[in-house]
């Protein structure tokens, strides 16, 4: 049987390393071969936090220095995907490298959103063509260049049997509402912080760069007028298309916010942060979703017990991971953009304008032919 073979490599907002998917397209399936995951060394992941925030002081030569080093890492997590897989470089059409993101920027008058993760070496050193750079083009569209994974999940998981939502829960939390009526309009968008605050928060006070299973969470309380304080953030409220970042839902924005109340117990912090992400992804459902009839999880919060324990108790539908469609949660976003790998070298547009705001359907990324 014929196969048509694409990585995708995803390095997200929450800065812990390279998933590396090996997935079969072939006759219009999505099927996956095998995958590698990679965290990222702690001296990259202090680089790159670095730059993230201080870029209004960012030096070029650490920049480029970055860029270089990110593709040096993708093109290796590449070659070892490969390896675990048994299969030759030659054999696979596309990779899709969606780049570690700097900065992203849809709302300034001068929009932009950066990632890095230089495509010149991925290819140069793996000897496939690579494609990366898949925002920018939606944003030139006039869109917010993000979230692109919709597209994806509506291949995957629409069905005219029941309503369903699809919930990315990363470092930034978005959603994908995907209706029975399968000619309807899909909606998607960054419902705000996923996992980001609660790493910050752990990170700060317990030396761990995750609150594994959302145990120390489910030590603490909710703290009522802390979860208020940060509610009120105006994102939450307004209105898609809508996409966001680590630079808006940073550690300075919990720290302007705290300084506000009074001293909490860090573990109750933690469980509010949990539930502030549970709070308005649930209340994003509920305003654009209410027929919804069965939400699936994936990205690492799905791991969380606290978090999806509080998401089951705010919403009605049942509430099951995408393993349970076949795709484990820590690749679906892989597998997206080798997907959207596929639809470029095809010559096929990618992104839905109605959920990025776009005035177009556009063919996203650059290729870097092999
Ligand atoms: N066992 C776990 N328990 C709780 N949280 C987890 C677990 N595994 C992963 N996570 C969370 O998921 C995050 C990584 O999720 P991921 O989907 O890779 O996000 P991103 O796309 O932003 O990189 C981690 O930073 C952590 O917060
Ligand atoms: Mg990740």
């Known amino acids: 049987m014929s196969k048509e073979y694409y990585i995708g490599l995803m390095s997200g907002t929450s800065v812990d ?8 397209f072939a006759n219009n399936q999505a099927r996956v071969v095998d995958f590698h995951y990679q965290p990222y060394p702690d001296e990259i992941k202090k680089k790159i936090h670095q730059l993230c925030k201080n870029h209004q002081s960012v030096s070029l030569q650490d920049y480029g220095q970055l860029d270089t080093q990110l593709g040096k890492l993708y093109a290796e997590a590449t070659l070892a995907l490969l390896k675990k897989a048994n299969v030759d470089a030659k054999d696979v059409l596309a990779i899709g490298s969606h780049g570690q993101t700097l900065h992203h920027s849809p709302n300034t008058t001068l929009p932009f959103s950066l990632q890095i993760g230089d495509a010149n070496i991925i290819s140069q050193i793996t000897g496939i063509t690579t494609i990366a750079d898949f925002r920018r083009r939606d944003i030139a569209a006039g869109g917010q260049g993000a979230p692109l994974v919709p597209a994806f999940h509506q291949a995957m998981f629409q069905t005219n049997k029941e309503n369903r939502v699809i919930v990315n829960i990363g470092g930034i939390a978005n959603l994908s509402i995907l209706p029975k009526d399968t000619q309807g309009t899909i909606l998607g968008f960054d419902t705000g912080p996923g996992n980001t605050l609660m790493d910050y928060w752990i990170s700060e006070h317990k030396n761990s760069a995750y609150d594994n299973n959302g145990e120390w969470a489910a030590t603490g309380t909710i703290q009522a007028d802390l979860l208020k304080q940060l509610k009120d953030e105006p994102y939450f409220s307004s209105p898609p298309p809508k996409s966001t970042g680590t630079e808006y839902f940073s550690a300075d924005w919990l720290t302007e916010k705290l300084a506000e109340l009074p001293v909490y117990l860090p573990e109750d912090i933690q469980r509010t942060l949990c539930q502030l992400t549970a709070e308005t992804i649930a209340k994003a459902i509920q305003r654009f979703a209410p027929e919804t009839e069965r939400i699936f999880l994936c990205g690492g919060g799905t791991h969380n017990q606290t978090l999806v324990k509080a998401l089951e108790q705010l919403l009605q539908p049942p509430i099951a991971s995408t393993a349970t469609q ?45």
């Open 326 to 370: 076949g795709i484990h949660p820590d690749q679906v976003e892989a597998m997206a953009f080798a997907w959207l790998a596929k639809k470029t070298l095809q010559g096929q547009t990618g992104n839905l304008p109605e959920v990025t705001g776009a005035k177009e359907t556009v063919i996203l990324g650059g290729i870097y032919q092999a």
């Open 17 to 24: 390393g390279i998933d590396a998917g090996l997935y079969d």
